[in-house]
């Protein structure tokens, strides 16, 4: 199977997980949101490993999982907080630019990004310019005030680095664990975490009892979406799967517009477009999936933009 559907298999789960995730976090609250999230995904993770009745502990590399776990926790909290404040049109495009940080960590490794790549990567800069254009529009009509703003946009850089640091921390702890044990064990870190935040918050955060199923739900996608990037990780070019999820924004764009009736703006749409086309050319010039052949990283960016464009109109 190719890294590519296993990115694609992550960006559906993670699209409708987010649009799910702006109802309760702005309902209760972001901390209890992830809280719930991460005890129902848990929970899942836990009866699965049971079933299964394997996990093997590599000690030396724990660390890894205890990255993915913190990072994805915090990035989460940060994702739910932005979202509690702000507009879709503004933390999206940031936050689904994780994989042109995730360019930096494999940097540091002693890659060296082609000149198409850099350019990628100067295009998703861009998109965070157009968006921040974007966020002064909604300081004039007053939706949201100038501190507000930086608060959303803060949270929304926040996420994006955790999301990076625990996709790219994740795939290289699945071919040592396990795709669903990787996972499983994130997730264990992430509650000890989160968890403690939690239960010292003053005043005591409320619990979101009445809105447990969908929570339950959003625990499901999100391990499933983990569980995709993660089990990339055991396939050639794993960093195709980190690409292509983050085109998860897509999905709440077209769910908006059929459940909710709303419409996106041109101007967010295209800044959109500019994320999209970059972080699925950032990183790689050639890419094969079965029964398209090879595809340029041109031509795949020149695809999902129209792509984009199409669902926003």
Known sequence: MSSVLFGLAAALSWGVYDFFSRFPSRAVGPLPTVLAVTVSGLILL????LVDGHVTIVWSKLWLVAVTGIAFALGTWALFAAYALGPMSVVDPIVSGYPALAMVFVVAQGARPSAWQW???ACVMAGVL??????????????????????V??????????????????????????DIETVWL???????VIGPIFLRRTPPAPLPWRWLPLLALMGALDVGALAAVAAAGNLPSPEFATVVSSAFGTIPVILARVFLKRSSALNSSSDSTIFTAATFSSRWETLEVPGMGSITGLRLSTQASAIWLGAAW
């Open 119 to 121: 350019l990628a990567i």
């Open 153 to 178: 946009l803060g949270f929304s850089a926040l996420a994006a680095l955790g999301f990076a640091v625990a996709l790219s921390a994740g795939q290289v702890a699945a071919p040592i664990f396990g």
């Open 130 to 151: 157009f968006t921040l254009r974007g966020g002064r529009h909604h300081e004039a009509s007053g939706a949201l005030t100038k501190t507000e703003m930086r608060i």
């Open 186 to 192: 994130s997730r264990i870190f992430g509650l000890f």
């Open 46 to 49: 836990s009866a699965w490993v």
